[in-house]
């Protein structure tokens, strides 16, 4: 049992490139989200979505970009990086039924020069 | 909205001693009450929950937490810690299955 599957697991970019985060989860959870995690801060909710097709911001969606065109996966993208999007990302998952708590990814550790 | 707030950044305790881990909420409607652990470079973990009834909660590794509503707190203890407790925890509050809200985590460090 996979649970929820992040890549890459890190990764550098320069200052206005792009790149997509993976995610995918195998547990047929409707509701996915992406975090990141900044030292000292927590985690701050970026976009999630609770099915194929329907997302929504989340505290942090500047910069960032989610689709989600099947139940498993969960993509997020940054269109042009900066050095303040230098984080660990974060993906999780949740039924939609009951409350459950969130089933976390292993994180995308990513860094903007 | 609803928010947490950890009271402590950092709590470092001897092997076999006891510790608590601080966590007050703030919100205006019923919610639900969790607790994380992170341990390095790995993601997030479901420690224990409240979601209603008894308000003491036992969760995973012998760690319990406490709902106290009057003081809108959610205090984590454990009576003897070991060494692979040596995590970050976090408190997170929900009111329903998309909008948690996480502390800045606690950082505890056991030593021997």
């Known amino acids: 049992n996979a649970g929820v599957t992040q890549t890459p697991k890190f990764r550098i970019l320069k200052i206005g490139q792009s790149m997509t985060l993976q995610c995918t989860q195998d547990?047929?959870?409707?509701?996915m989200y992406w975090y990141r995690q900044d030292p000292g801060m927590g985690l701050k909710l970026i976009y999630y979505?609770?099915?194929?097709?329907?997302?929504d911001k989340g505290e942090v969606p500047n910069g960032y970009n989610v689709s989600r065109s099947t139940t498993e996966d969960f993509p997020l993208r940054l269109e042009l990086a900066a050095p303040s999007q230098t984080s660990v990302y974060f993906c999780a998952s949740s039924p939609p039924t009951g409350v459950l708590g969130y089933t976390f990814g292993s994180g995308t550790r990513l860094t903007v020069v | 909205a609803q928010s947490v707030t950890q009271l402590d950044s950092q709590v470092p305790v001897f092997e076999e001693a006891p510790v608590e881990l601080r966590c007050n909420y703030s919100s205006s409607v019923s919610v639900y009450l969790f607790w994380y652990v992170q341990y390095p470079n790995q993601g997030l973990q479901l420690l224990l929950k409240y979601l209603s009834g008894s308000t003491l909660v036992k969760g995973i590794n012998g760690f319990e937490a406490e709902f106290n509503k009057s003081q809108t707190s959610f205090h984590l203890r454990k009576p003897s810690v070991h060494i692979s407790d040596t995590a970050e925890y976090f408190c997170a509050v929900s009111r329903n299955n998309n909008d948690m809200r996480f502390g800045a985590g606690t950082r505890l460090t056991v030593k021997p």
């Open positions: 547990m047929n959870h409707n509701y």
């Open positions: 979505s609770v099915g194929a097709g329907i997302t």
